[in-house]
Nanobody, 126 residues
């Protein structure tokens, strides 16, 4: 199994930027698609972004397109979520996830991602 350890996050003003990191341990990182999901208080968990295991393809929720960028460095067993132009609506706990299933990044379903990080709070003040 792969273990995911997240870092980054915190409090930022609207319009600011943050970068989340997700370090993987235990298995070959390049065998996993990586996804980011988030959950705001009182709301359902939602898909944010995902990246195919080689890093060649990505997909984004419409609400974050053009502002958030997912990337990965397989040599470092690490994935990232660069978040720019943040708004209060981006406030949530963010989760890094991993999937062995082929094309999981395209399906965007949390059920496809069997491995989850501990979660990181992102708070955007207005």
């Amino acid at each position: 199994q792969v273990q995911l350890v997240q870092s980054g996050g915190g409090l930022v003003q609207a319009g600011g930027s943050l970068r989340l990191s997700c370090a993987a341990f235990g298995r070959t990182f390049s065998n996993y698609d990586i996804g980011w999901f988030r959950q705001a208080p009182g709301k359902e968990r939602e898909f944010v972004a995902a990246i195919e295991r080689s890093g060649g393809s990505t997909t984004y929720a419409d609400s974050v397109k053009g502002r958030l960028t997912i990337s990965r460095e397989n040599a470092k067993n690490t994935a990232y979520l660069q978040m720019n132009s943040l708004t209060p609506e981006d406030t949530a706990v963010y989760y890094c996830t991993a999937s062995r299933l082929l094309m999981a990044y395209r399906r965007r379903s949390p059920e496809d991602f069997g491995f989850w990080g501990q979660g990181t709070q992102v708070t955007v003040s207005s």
